[in-house]
């Protein structure tokens, strides 16, 4: 850009002199050439000719207006007809004062009247005018996103602000349109195709908000965002993208998912409202069918119910409101069936909101980063427990946490689990440490370091949730673990469907290839636990034996142990 520039400034910028009259062709010509490089043409065919030739370096052109054969109306509606030539300034010549008007209509930049002025003002004239025109240019090629032609976010931003200024009565709605898995779509059939899509859609949202008076722009790659005034049916901008799709592009597998906030809230801030839409579009994140929802009241619901979790996090920290329940693991091989370990899984008694489940915050803390402290004081909660039932009953009861795939990326991570375990004085073999089969398939070497490090001094890692991260059988040979969970869906219909059944048979193939241990959990019924059992499952946790339960109430099954 700045060469481009710059060049630009070194050289003399292009000008075309249309005139019919040679004298007066030959005048403006001699005015303008210490500073323009002039071009000339006699009629208005030539003009045209010479502007379709070079008008990507053209800055101006100077037209006559009366002229035979084609008259400079003519050329100028012509240049306007052509979405690469309307972008030329035409400073219009004539003599007729009732034409100045008309030429201005018609998208004249200015005019000069015949006869000529002093040519400083003639030159004063064409040096406003190309200079207007090549800061606007710069100013749109910034405001609008060269693929879709839409605003650029800021700028949007913008006009929704202008918009509500303008027009405080007109209701208004958040359209948030996403294309499903894009990031797979540019990485199977290449940029060029992933490009296409988004001008496709880009062309409907496009035509969208120009039918309905509201504005638009294209958001972090393949997002865009509307703001129209309300809609009785937006539902139809989904199928129109569909539609439109299906027409030009062959493979028809793109699916647009679509978030739509009515009515919006005007007192909200305006980057909140679209977080309210950008809400709800996520909530249809790979469901297929269903691929419109509305921000609607459960849904603001759930924000402030987990709004406020986040707020009172550190204060129910400090205050010992989170709890620590454990749930049994059996060993079911040998001739008598023993307690070989348990689950930590942490719990939040509420002062006012009651006994929370970790569903429902788990998640919400891992994307704020609380998760960090969270997790940090239940280990340290866990190896302290571990410690008083060795002092109290005299064996080991090794306990499994579950460790964060956020956790994992936090750099003092092993140091953390190390120091943990060092103050509490127990060894390394007896705590567990439970890390999610999605973990590893998203940074591995940064991950796979760590977890290496830490099986090294004899933690033993169980991979959880198994079957659900799509790590490939090559991947799984080579990762440090000493345990494999199933993943409670490999469970809950083993009895009915022999499918499953056959696909706990080839994760013990897998199982014992590797040479590590399989647990089930999730296991309530007899006929589970019989299947598993015969499958060859090692361990087996679930409400088939206990919940999960405080630690005084566990203390019956070690007593039993
Ligand atoms: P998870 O690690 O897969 O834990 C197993 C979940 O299955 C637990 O849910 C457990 O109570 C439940 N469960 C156990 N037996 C049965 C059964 O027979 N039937 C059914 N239907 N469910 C059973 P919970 O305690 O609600 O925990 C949910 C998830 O929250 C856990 O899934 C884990 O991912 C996460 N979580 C729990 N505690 C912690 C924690 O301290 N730190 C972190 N980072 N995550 C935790
Ligand atoms: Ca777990
Ligand atoms: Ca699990």
Not at 48 to 55: E, G, N, S
Not at 195 to 209: F, I, R, T
Not at 216 to 235: K, W
Request: glycine share 4%; charged share 30%; with cysteine.
């Amino acid at each position: 850009m700045k060469e481009f520039v710059e060049g630009r400034l070194k050289l003399k910028r292009k000008v075309l002199v249309v005139d019919d009259e040679e004298v007066e062709r030959r005048m403006l010509a001699h005015m303008l050439k210490a500073k323009y490089d002039v071009l000339v043409a006699a009629d208005g065919q030539e003009a045209l000719d010479i502007i379709k030739k070079t008008h990507e370096t053209l800055s101006l052109v100077l037209l006559d207006l009366i002229m035979p054969k084609m008259d400079g109306f003519e050329v100028l509606h012509e240049m306007m007809k052509n979405d690469k030539l309307k972008t030329i300034p035409v400073i219009m010549l004539t003599s007729e004062k009732s034409a100045e008007v008309k030429s201005l209509k018609m998208g004249a930049a200015d005019f000069v009247p015949k006869p000529y002025e002093m040519p400083e003002v003639i030159l004063a004239r064409i040096g406003r005018t190309i200079q207007l025109y090549e800061s606007n240019r710069i100013i749109s090629a910034t405001k609008t996103d060269p693929l879709t032609g839409l605003f650029q976010r800021d700028y949007f931003m913008n006009y929704v602000e202008i918009a509500d200024n303008y027009a405080p009565d007109i209701q208004r709605d958040i359209i948030v349109l996403n294309i499903n898995r894009f990031h797979i779509i540019n990485e199977i059939h290449g940029r060029d195709y992933g490009d296409l899509v988004l001008s496709e859609v880009g062309m409907c949202v496009k035509n969208y908000v120009e039918r309905n008076r509201g504005v638009a722009c294209r958001n972090n790659g393949d997002m865009f965002y509307l703001y129209v005034p309300h809609q009785e049916n937006p539902e139809e901008l989904l199928w129109q993208v569909h539609v439109q799709l299906e027409d030009t592009i062959e493979d028809a597998q793109t699916r647009i998912r679509m978030g739509i906030y009515s009515n919006v809230d005007k007192s909200l801030e305006i980057e909140k409202r679209f977080d309210c839409a950008l809400l709800a579009c996520n909530s249809v994140k790979g469901n297929y069918k269903a691929s419109i929802a509305y921000y609607d009241k459960a849904m603001h619901e759930k924000e402030a119910y987990e709004e406020r979790l986040i707020m009172e996090m550190d204060k129910a920290l400090s205050e010992g409101q989170f709890v620590v329940y454990y749930q049994p693991k059996y060993a079911i091989q040998g001739t008598k069936t023993v307690l070989s370990s348990a689950e930590a899984l942490v719990r939040w008694k509420h002062p006012e909101l009651g006994m929370i489940n970790p569903e429902r915050f788990i998640s919400v803390f891992e994307n704020n980063g609380m998760i960090h402290a969270l997790d940090h004081y239940i280990w340290w909660k866990v190896a302290g427990q571990i410690a008083e039932w060795k002092k109290k009953f005299g064996v080991t009861v090794p306990v499994s946490v579950n460790v964060s795939r956020i956790d994992l990326l936090e750099s003092n991570f092993v140091e953390d689990i190390c120091e943990i375990v060092k103050e509490a004085e127990i060894f390394p073999t007896e705590y567990l440490l439970e890390i999610t089969e999605s973990a590893y398939t998203e940074d591995s070497a940064g991950i796979l370091a760590k977890v290496n490090e830490l099986r090294c001094m004899g933690f033993h890692i169980e991979m959880d949730d198994f079957g659900t991260g799509y790590s490939s059988l090559n991947m799984i040979s080579s990762l440090p673990i000493d345990v494999i969970k199933l993943d409670i869906g490999f469970v809950r219909h083993i009895h009915e469907n022999d499918r499953d059944y056959k696909m706990v048979e080839i994760v013990m193939e897998i199982a014992k290839l590797l040479g590590v241990k399989v647990v089930a959990e999730g296991v309530e019924l007899e006929a589970q636990h019989e299947l598993l059992k015969k499958a060859g499952v090692d361990i087996i946790q679930g409400y088939y034996y206990s919940r999960p339960v405080p630690p005084e109430e566990f203390e019956k099954f070690i007593v039993n142990k």
